[in-house]
C-alpha cells in the first residue's frame, strides 16, 4: 500500500492538492492511504520550504504547486 501526503497549513491550494490526491488514488485503483500534514514542523522535515506539496512513501515529488489528477495517477503507478 502507498503512502500519499499533503503537505500544507490548510490552504485553499493545499485542500484543492488533497482532493485530487484522493480523486486520483480513486482512479487508479491503486491501493493507498492519502494523508494530510499540516504541522510546519513535520513539513520542513521533508525539505519543504513552499506548500502545498505532494509525498508518495517518503519522496517528495511535487512542491508549490496543484498538480491535475491526472498527473498524481501518473505519480502512483
Do not use: H, W, Y
Amino acid at each position: 500500500m502507498k503512502l500519499v501526503q499533503i503537505l500544507g497549513p490548510g490552504c485553499p491550494k493545499c485542500e484543492k492538492l488533497k482532493q485530487n490526491a484522493e480523486d486520483a488514488v480513486q482512479q487508479s485503483g491503486v491501493e493507498a492511504t492519502v494523508e494530510k500534514i499540516s504541522d510546519i514542523n513535520k513539513i520542513t522535515s521533508f525539505g519543504v520550504m513552499m506548500t502545498p506539496a505532494l509525498v508518495v512513501d517518503g519522496d517528495v515529488k511535487i512542491v508549490g504547486r496543484v498538480p491535475s489528477v491526472d498527473e498524481i495517477k501518473g505519480l502512483l503507478s
